[in-house]
């Protein structure tokens, strides 16, 4: 019973870890096969559980920064900048710790593309992607997003102002960049709410479980917004944008590439999705 209820365990965390990391449950398979030979031959003398944490961390960084990178290349996935590239950033590095930032070699150089054209307009200013993909397989979802599934899929962050109206970079409301919505105005069309209204209760639950505290700390910049997005439906290789139909009105954006996104997804009040063919 008691080797039933650990193996339960394993397989939950196995579970976990590939959904959330995608290398994560087999990194925690290596790391057991590590820890006991440590043990078996005495190399440490630790705590048995505070041994794993350690072999998991440094077996997850190996991985990450040694293994996949090479591997990916070779099965048509690349990862985005992370330090590299002054134009284009993670907003949260953590996007990149968890291997979430994969993509095509053609979507990787369609963002850096414009993402230069974008400092060009803007000098200093940072464009911050957020989730993409994992690095292998087709039809394995990054996890929530279903979609991100085929290195074609890339999020980036809205451009938001302090308070007195200073520019920010690489800085958004929320720290994983969703969950916190620049809303539509009374007189604005409201999707989320027509959306919520037909029952799709998944549409905006995110802001659930984000904190709120910087909502109103942080201006959404129309202006750098809008020509970010006018720059990505420039680019032939894109051919998807969505974010909330209130946004591209207020923006005054009409590329017909710049389309809603169906009341089956989430909210694009609080990102950018775009995606190549
Ligand atoms: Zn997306």
Known sequence: MKLAIKFVLHLIFVLVLTIGTQIGGLVYLVSIFVRNFVLKKNLLKLNKRFLFI???????LFFSFIIVPPVAKSLGRTPLPVFSNENIKPLNIMTCVLNRHYVTPKLKESIINSAEEFNGLHPNSVVSYLDANFPFFDGFPLAP???????????????????NKKELNNSAPSLIGYGVFEEPKAEEYNMPKNCEEKGFWQYGIIERFVPQWN??????????TKDLIHILSKNK?????FIEPHLKTRMK????????????AVRHDDHIHLQIN
């Open 145 to 163: 997003h279903l979609s991100h599934n085929d290195g074609k899929k890339l999020d980036l962050a809205f451009f938001y102002k302090d308070q």
């Open 215 to 224: 909502k109103d700390k942080m201006i959404f910049d129309l202006q750098r």
């Open 237 to 241: 290789s894109i051919s998807k944008i």
């Open 253 to 264: 954006l009409n590329n017909e590439k710049i389309r809603f996104h169906g009341c089956r």
């Open 54 to 60: 350690i072999i998991y961390i440094l077996t997850y």
